[in-house]
């Protein structure tokens, strides 16, 4: 049983007629993904890739009983869309758009915090359940069924490690990367916790960057309460103060978010922390021996 989507995982694509959500219901399709509906205003009655398309979430919702919604939609009207999608009922939202103002970000994660609807993202690449499902842009072909569980909060990183993991016949159980911030729905520590009473998963590899709390946050969750291995590998350690790095929550101010900081607390916690991708396949093989 993979984390957070699955084989009945019922998928609702928001903004599916653009360029990303064309291309990316047909991956999600081809990758076994339940996709029974999508939405984009005034391209209602059309079809991608054979899913209708609806006009409005509740028109969906009238004919299909999704759980799950997707969103490729542009960061204009994106607020609006969530608030759409999560008075559907929905326990799933993934957003992958990008550049949304931060107060709309807020709102919308509380806004799905109080409709018990768990928002991964924004900005992410979402989830991956190898050889089962996908919601999200993971590339399949870099991961395979396993018993190794991922998360990230870079996408690419997340497929680079998955890909180093499968060729060396370390296959995942559930592989999710959350986005790079500066603010997130499911965090790192939301992750560890589910991998933590997953039945299905041996071994937890926390992928992390420099800047903010996410790290140190999950570090003390995983001292307090983790009992399955922990591989981490944080990357930006060589990083310059003060100098935000490709994600928008990578920077480092004073002493808070550096690297150094996030080792000693995850190190701390009993997580055993490398250096580059050969380091971590060495010691997940040693912890699924």
Known sequence: MSILVNKDSRVLVAG??????????????????????GVTPGK??????????????????KEHDFDTVISFVPPSVLMDSCFEAIDTGIKLLVVTTEGIPLQQVVKIIEYAKAHDCVLVG???????????????????????????GIVSKSGALSYEIGKTLSEAGLGQSTVVAIGGGPMWGFTQKDAVALFQDDPDTDVIVLLGEIGGSQEELAADYIKEHVTKPVVSLIVGRNAPQG?????????????????ATKLAR????????????????????????
């Open 266 to 289: 995850l190190t701390d916690a009993g997580a055993v922390v490398v250096k580059n991708g050969n380091e971590l396949v060495e010691q997940v093989r040693k912890f699924m021996r």
């Open 243 to 259: 100098k935000s790095l490709g994600h928008a929550g990578a920077i480092v101010s004073g002493n808070v978010g550096t690297a």
């Open 122 to 148: 924004p900005g992410c690449a979402g989830i991956i359940a190898p050889e089962v499902c996908k919601v999200g842009s993971h590339p399949t072909r870099f991961f395979k069924k396993g018993r190794v």
């Open 16 to 37: 599916i007629t653009g360029k990303s959500g064309r291309i990316q219901t047909e991956v999600m399709l081809a990758a076994g993904t339940n996709i029974v509906a």
């Open 44 to 61: 209602g009655g059309q079809e991608v890739c054979g899913v209708p398309v609806y006009d409005y979430m509740a028109d969906a919702k």
